[in-house]
């Protein structure tokens, strides 16, 4: 089977059309692919990011996931925070607090 390109050479060396006639239309054939690929290529992203949204809204957090990620420790060798170090953190930032004031 003969490509489009070939046909057009093949009647180019016929003298069935002029090299202006060859170019113009080797150039309307690249531009529709550019033009058919740029579509196809814009409509497999939207399809992706379809399907990306989709299996977000899948499976949401109930509650308990948002617990239990709250009460979980950081690291599985940390302990979850004591109440001296929070109790240190609130004295800091009051010190923070008291030095911008004044």
């Known amino acids: 089977m003969q490509t489009l390109t070939d046909y057009l050479s093949s009647l180019y060396k016929d003298d069935l059309i002029s090299s202006n006639e060859l170019s113009s239309s080797l150039l309307i054939i690249s531009l529709l692919f550019f033009i058919v690929m740029v579509i196809l290529s814009f409509s497999i992203t939207i399809v ?5 949204l989709y299996n977000c809204h899948e499976q949401p957090y109930s509650e308990k996931d948002e617990e ?4 979980s420790p950081r690291n599985a060798e940390e302990e979850p925070r004591s109440p001296k170090r929070i109790v240190v953190i609130d004295v800091i930032r009051d010190d923070i607090y008291h030095e911008v004031n004044n």
Do not use: H, N, V
């Open 48 to 52: 992706f990011l379809f399907i990306k």
């Open 68 to 71: 239990s990620l709250i009460d």
